[in-house]
């Protein structure tokens, strides 16, 4: 076991993040997150700003094969991660560099990759997804929007839920129902790759608890996507999304960003006295920073584990539910943390009152979401429970 | 041991239940998303009597005991806890008049506030006193015929529109209470915070400056109002513990109709395990909750409440709304946190008590001094 990076790790690791604060620098003030990039005008041209500096340095492309533009592994696109997620930055599209390039590349054509790898490395074309339905979220294989063929294209009609930035990207995946006789649901289910400008595409605001736009309803009436634009086979989609699902849960974006806020409060504590004593004297926030700090380390340590595993090839179902659930429950306890610590001042937005800018407020309500995303952690535990323990299968 | 609510309480709690959800469902949206105080709901209140369960008959209250006027925040909370804090408020003020003003002052204040003709605010937080009073900076400074009032008070609930205003201050050094009519010269309010939960209850800092009263608005006398500050926080904290008890309800009343309904693996969630399990967390900790409070109401019915036991009354059942509302939030999924449900409101509310009154840190030192060794 050796926990050390190589010297050329370590140097490629220092370029991320030296590239990284220098885009922190033109962030837009109050540019916050996801919800940075999608909800404004602002924090979007700021995220393709940022897309088409890392495209120009090859870094959307980190472990994709030569042939296709690829440069450097798996691993050197988790140090990336780590630089973002650290400072805050966007640019790496989590759709078509995290999830829809890694699906191509395992179950695209040659045809298919050539065709939608280059404008994903380039940064100049942005995706959404389009799995969710209104009553197919968790239990996501009973989606019942169908896709039915006629000619070389498929029609396709039915609503999708929960699409982040559908009102923003370019082009979308798409999971549709293209048999409804199939003998189990998780059959007949078709994956593909469809404009979001062209006719019979409305998109409608799903306003967050925090009246951001992060989320919307996709309606798709009268649909027509051409047959080449399958990844896989027909009725072979459920297994196309089984590999994708494992690209997203490595959690080491969110893990440096807990990084980045514990910093901040422990330089916050150091300089703010009450009642003349340095809240760093306290010993109750003493006691809830080292925790948290300790469980950060945990996680941030089971995330290099899954990045290694991935890298190798070696990744079991279950690695990334478990560290799904230990980060995304952490950072909603350190969000809670953080609204304790400001006392009645954690409670503030927009004012000169409002502490770190009113962080803590707003990621207070945007840390829910991290567990119910992407299934819920009750699903994730399953999975641990199922795959991972090997304990019998349930609902 | 007697865990019956009398008849009287029973009738009351269904009254105000009743017209918590056919009167003050209108206002949730005016109140959450828009951010306003809807003023028209003070004379349908008043109406109820609700501004002043506790107050003595003779000053236009209904003469309830503490453990109605818990139950009424409950049910109010339940609807629109905003309103509650709002009703806490003017019963905190009410119950100062009550306790230390003269009897002409008492006649024009107290069945002004019941009748919703008159508001009053409360003033003790401060920029730099949060949670330390003997720390306060606000001075007043005795003149031939009046006392001159400067200082900064801050997080103050309704000041934007209140009428009179009790403030903590200190007179030669030791803590006094006045209070202070809004049109003063020199009393002036910031603008209203924005904030996560319990919106619309225009919240803002008040500056005192230069504010000249006459001496009789002093009450109780000169000094040793720390107490009456003591004795006000502890009501707060009766009253904040019964409407995290009503967030705690509805979060289960609203987590149980979703599980019904959701269907998910061909069947409703609420036969998934998982769901069962978050469901029965919930209400164990509700009914943990629900009977710490209404055992501090019945402490401060007969004269018995301590601040260790508010203290930790409020201490658990604000941290307890907080976990059965996320709880609840849970069971929705990431329905949770669409506006189309109520879940995401309770959740935003039931933080902003962990907040309020003592953070919960404050609290546990308060109930650590006060144990036995």
Redesign the interface.
């Known amino acids: 076991m050796d926990f050390k990076l190589t010297d050329e790790q370590t140097k490629l690791r220092k370029e991320f993040f030296d590239v990284c604060e220098g885009l922190e620098k033109k962030k837009p003030k109050g540019f916050a997150g996801l919800e940075g990039i999608y909800d404004t005008d602002e924090g979007w041209e700021y995220h393709l700003d940022c897309a088409r500096e890392f495209g120009k340095r090859g870094w959307l492309s980190l472990g994709w094969p030569e042939e296709y533009g690829g440069q450097g592994t798996i691993m050197d696109k988790v140090f990336l991660s780590e630089a973002t997620g650290y400072h805050d930055v966007p640019g790496v599209d989590i759709f078509g560099v995290n999830m829809l390039a890694p699906t191509l590349l395992a179950a695209g054509t040659d045809e298919m990759r050539k065709e939608y790898l280059p404008s994903i490395a380039s940064g100049e074309r942005m995706w959404c997804e389009l799995w969710s339905e209104p009553n197919a979220g968790s239990d996501l294989a009973a989606l019942t929007t169908s896709a039915v063929r006629k000619g070389d294209e498929y029609v396709i009609n039915g609503q999708k839920i929960w699409s982040t930035g559908a009102h923003r990207g370019d082009w979308a995946f798409a999971l549709v129902r293209t048999d409804p006789h199939a003998d189990r649901k998780q059959k007949g289910i078709t994956f593909l790759l469809m404009d979001m400008k062209i006719p019979g595409v409305t998109v409608k605001p799903l306003l967050y608890m925090d009246r951001c736009h992060l989320y919307n309803e996709v309606f798709l009436d009268d649909v027509r996507v051409p047959v080449r634009n399958v990844v896989g086979e027909e009725n072979q989609g459920w297994g196309v999304t089984q590999t994708l699902a494992n690209f997203e849960r490595s959690s080491l974006g969110a893990i440096m960003a807990m990084h980045r806020q514990i910093e901040e409060v422990v330089e916050y504590c150091n300089e703010t006295k009450v009642n003349g004593v340095p809240l760093a004297k306290n010993p109750l926030i003493r006691n809830r920073l080292a925790q948290m700090a300790s469980e950060l380390w945990a996680s941030h340590a089971l995330a290099y584990k899954i990045a290694d595993a991935q890298s190798k090839n070696e990744m079991a179902a279950f690695d990334a539910s478990a560290v799904k659930v230990f980060s995304g429950e952490l950072q909603a306890r350190m969000a809670q943390f953080g609204c304790d610590l400001l006392g009645p001042y954690g409670q503030v937005k927009h004012s000169k009152w409002a502490q770190f800018d009113g962080f803590f407020e707003k990621w207070y309500q945007q840390s829910f979401i991290l567990n119910v995303a992407m299934g819920t952690n009750e699903i994730q535990r399953n999975i641990i429970a199922w795959y991972g323990l090997g304990l019998p299968r349930m609902k | 041991m007697d865990f019956n609510l009398t008849e009287p309480q029973e009738m009351f709690q269904k009254e105000v239940k009743k017209f918590a959800e056919a009167e003050l469902t209108p206002f949730v949206d005016i109140m959450d998303k828009d951010n306003e105080f809807p003023h028209e709901v003070r004379p349908k209140l008043a109406a109820m009597n609700l501004y002043g369960i506790p107050i003595d008959q003779k000053y236009g209250g209904a003469g309830a005991d503490h453990t109605s006027l818990a139950l009424a925040l409950e049910e109010i909370a339940k609807v629109l806890a905003p309103l509650a804090i709002h009703l806490q408020l003017q019963h905190v003020v009410n119950d100062r008049f009550n306790k230390l003003a003269t009897e002409d002052q008492k006649m024009k204040w107290i069945p002004a506030i019941c009748e919703a003709t008159k508001v009053g605010c409360f003033g003790f937080?401060e920029p730099e006193t949060?949670?330390?009073p003997k720390?306060i900076k606000t001075t007043a400074v005795e003149e031939a015929d009046c006392f001159v009032l400067n200082g900064t008070k801050?997080?103050i609930t309704n000041a934007p529109w209140a009428d009179v205003m009790c403030v903590f201050a200190k007179l030669e050094g030791d803590i006094s209470l006045f209070f202070v009519e809004t049109d003063s010269k020199g009393f002036s309010t910031s603008k209203k915070?924005?904030?996560?939960?319990?919106r619309g209850t225009d919240l803002s800092d008040v500056v005192l400056e230069d504010v000249r009263i006459p001496k009789d608005h002093l009450m109780g006398g000169r000094g040793g109002k720390f107490d009456a500050l003591k004795d006000a926080m502890t009501i707060g904290k009766l009253c904040l513990s019964a409407q995290c008890v009503g967030l705690m309800q509805a979060s289960l009343d609203e987590a149980i109709k979703y599980a019904m309904n959701r269907?998910?693996?061909?069947e409703p969630i609420y036969e998934?395990?998982?769901?069962h399990w978050l469901l029965a967390e919930m209400a164990s900790r509700l009914e943990a909750a629900r009977w710490l409070t209404y055992r501090a109401a019945f402490l401060k019915d007969q004269g018995l409440d301590t601040i260790k036991d508010m203290a930790i009354t409020k201490l658990f059942v604000t941290q307890t709304a907080?976990d059965v509302c996320?709880f609840g939030?849970?069971v929705h999924?990431?329905y949770?946190?669409?506006?189309e449900y109520k879940i995401?409101?309770l959740?935003?509310d039931a933080?902003?008590y962990?907040?309020?009154e003592g953070?919960?840190?404050i609290q546990?030192e308060l109930v650590v001094k006060r144990l036995p060794r």
Do not use: P, W
């Not at chain 2, 915070?193 to 319990?198: C, H, P, R, T």
């Not at chain 2, 269907?263 to 061909?266: I, N, P, Q, R, V």
């Open positions: 937080t949060g949670s330390n720390m801050r997080f915070m924005d904030k996560l939960g319990l269907m998910h693996f061909d998934l395990q998982a769901i907080v996320r939030m849970q999924g990431a949770g946190i669409s506006k995401e409101r959740f935003r933080k902003m962990e907040l309020l953070t919960s840190e546990r």
